[in-house]
T-cell receptor
Framework: GDSVTQMEGPVTLSEEAFLTINCTYTATGYPSLFWYVQYPGEGLQLLLKATKADDKGSNKGFEATYRKETTSFHLEKGSVQVSDSAVYFCALSPSGGSYIPTFGRGTSLIVHP | SQTIHQWPATLVQPVGSPLSLECTVEGTSNPNLYWYRQAAGRGLQLLFYSVGIGQISSEVPQNLSASRPQDRQFILSSKKLLLSDSGFYLC????????????FGPGTRLTVT
């Protein structure tokens, strides 16, 4: 079945540091890929998405590129802020008839001033 | 624009008591609806999903049940709560289009005492 693997956290950075959170996936066909963010005590919010190979999703300074050859969708940001502290989830939505998405376990990001 | 509501926001219930959590979606029709549970440690566990009124699929056998009495209403229930039912419950919806990104509600924090 489908699977999503994220790097273990927590990731701890100083403000203005470069961020990378790795995500790799296993799926048949051509899934859509997503990053979600969850702030403490809240539901998940869609951060960005990519729907085909080589697409780059971007939002709020975050970027991720759909790499089919390496089955990866790594999240990056050039300069993190304290307000970026949250849990980040990588996810895929299958391309076939299934309506069941697959989520990674989440990576906690802590940004210190 | 679409909005998803969940209530209550927090709930403290004794073991053995019943449970009813409600989720409603506004601004869309015929959404796919999902219930997730998030225990301490961040991971998402899919409990139920529904692709239409009266159509419920269960992903995890447990003492919870779900119902969809109206197109945009999704209810999570239990006749007798267990301590292990404590957690953060999230409702989500997905459009029936191709990309299927999910939109999450604010969540219900359930503590079973």
């Amino acid at each position: 079945g489908d699977s999503v693997t994220q790097m273990e956290g927590p990731v701890t950075l100083s403000e203005e540091a470069f961020l990378t959170i790795n995500c790799t996936y296993t799926a048949t066909g051509y899934p859509s890929l997503f990053w979600y963010v969850q702030y403490p005590g809240e539901g998940l919010q869609l951060l960005l998405k990519a729907t085909k190979a080589d697409d780059k999703g971007s939002n709020k300074g975050f970027e991720a590129t759909y790499r089919k050859e390496t089955t990866s969708f790594h999240l990056e940001k050039g300069s993190v802020q304290v307000s970026d502290s949250a849990v980040y989830f990588c996810a895929l939505s299958p391309s076939g008839g299934s309506y069941i998405p697959t989520f990674g376990r989440g990576t906690s990001l802590i940004v210190h001033p | 624009s679409q909005t998803i509501h969940q209530w209550p926001a927090t709930l403290v219930q004794p073991v053995g008591s019943p449970l009813s959590l409600e989720c409603t979606v506004e601004g869309t029709s015929n959404p796919n609806l999902y219930w997730y549970r998030q225990a301490a440690g961040r991971g998402l566990q899919l409990l139920f999903y529904s692709v239409g009124i009266g159509q419920i699929s269960s992903e995890v056998p447990q003492n919870l049940s779900a119902s969809r009495p109206q197109d945009r209403q999704f209810i999570l229930s239990s006749k007798k709560l267990l301590l292990s039912d404590s957690g953060f419950y999230l409702c989500a919806w997905t459009a029936t289009g191709f990309y299927r990104e999910q939109y999450f509600g604010p969540g219900t924090r359930l503590t079973v005492t």
